[in-house]
Structure formats: structure tokens, C-alpha cells
Nanobody
Framework: QVQLAESGGGLVQAGGSLRLSCADSGRIFSNDNMGWFRQAPGKEREFVAFVSWSGVVTYYADSEKGRFTITRDNAKNTVYLQMNSLKPEDSAIYYC????????????WGQGTQVTVSS
């Protein structure tokens, strides 16, 4: 059973940084490719970043390249998203999920973590 839990969001000024974490208490996802997604008010959920099960392969949405870094610690069953140089347009609820390329595999989502970037 998927029990994803995202954390680390908050309010930050433009140019600031946040580190998000994602853990799954229901299963071990060390063999799964994982991704971060986000949803802003009035918009559809969109892809942010992908990391392969080994952590070797990563890629990002174009707007996040060079600013965000996705990593994982399989020993801790946790995926991270380091976000630097944040912009107001990065404000959204951020979610993690098992990923296949730039899409989420599962329809089951956690609560997400709110990121708000003030200008």
C-alpha cells in the first residue's frame, strides 16, 4: 500500500532555498523510479524531476534545470528535492510518486507539501 509522505515545504522569499523529502511508510521503493510533481492553484499537476531507482539517472522539467536537484537515499527509503533560486512561480503543492519518465505511475498521492515563494 502506497503511503507517501512529503515534507519540508514552507514560506520562503524569492531566491531562497528549500529541501523537500518524500518517504513511503507502506513499502520499500528502492527498486522504483521516483519523481516529484507539483500543482499550483487552478493548474494541472505537472512534472518537476525524475530519479531512477539507482539514483544515477536524473532529469528535470526545463524550468527547473540548474535550480533543482533530485536525489535519493534508498537506505532511508527517502527521495529529496533540493530547490535553490526559488521563484514565485514555483509556488505550489509538491508531491512525489513512482514515475515512468515524466509521468506518475500511480493514481495514489500523498498529502503533498506546500511551497510558497514570496516576491
Amino acid at each position: 500500500q502506497v503511503q507517501l509522505a512529503e515534507s519540508g515545504g514552507g514560506l520562503v522569499q524569492a531566491g531562497g532555498s528549500l529541501r523537500l523529502s518524500c518517504a513511503d511508510s507502506g513499502r520499500i521503493f528502492s527498486n522504483d523510479n521516483m519523481g516529484w510533481f507539483r500543482q499550483a492553484p487552478g493548474k494541472e499537476r505537472e512534472f518537476v524531476a525524475f530519479v531512477s531507482w539507482s539514483g544515477v539517472v536524473t532529469y528535470y522539467a526545463d524550468s527547473e534545470k540548474g535550480r533543482f536537484t533530485i536525489t535519493r537515499d534508498n537506505a532511508k527509503n527517502t527521495v529529496y528535492l533540493q530547490m535553490n533560486s526559488l521563484k514565485p512561480e514555483d509556488s505550489a503543492i509538491y508531491y512525489c510518486n513512482e514515475a515512468r519518465s515524466r509521468a506518475a505511475v500511480s493514481d495514489s498521492w500523498g498529502q503533498g507539501t506546500q511551497v510558497t515563494v514570496s516576491s
